[in-house]
C-alpha cells in the first residue's frame, strides 16, 4: 500500500466535498439575493406544490453517510490511482522486467 496514494485519496475526498459545500453555499446566496417576497399569491404557490409533491419522506443525509461516502471516495482514487500507476509502468517495461 502506497501511503502517498492514500493521503492523495483523501484530499481528493476532502476536495470534493469542499466543492459541494461552496456550491451549496453559493447557491443558497444567489436564491437568497434574488428572493422576492410576494404576499398577494403565496398561497397559489402553495396549493400548486401541494400537488407537484408525492407522498414521502425527504431524508437528510446523516454524518455516518456523508462519512462513509467520503471514504468511498478516498478509497476509489486509490484504486484507480493504483490500477493507472501499474498500467503506465507496464507500458514502460513491456518485457516486466
Known sequence: ?????VIE???FGLMVYAGYIGWAILSGLMLTR???PDIT??????????????FGV????NWL?????FVL???LYYVVR???????ASRKNPDGR
Do not use: F, N, Q
Open 1 to 5: 500500500m502506497k501511503i502517498r496514494y
Open 9 to 11: 485519496g483523501l484530499l
Open 34 to 36: 434574488s428572493y422576492v
Open 41 to 54: 399569491e403565496r398561497y397559489e404557490s402553495v396549493e400548486e406544490l401541494e400537488h407537484k409533491v408525492s
Open 58 to 61: 425527504i431524508i437528510e443525509p
Open 65 to 69: 453517510i456523508l462519512a462513509g461516502s
Open 73 to 75: 471516495l478516498a478509497v
Open 82 to 88: 493504483t490500477w493507472a500507476a501499474k498500467r503506465s
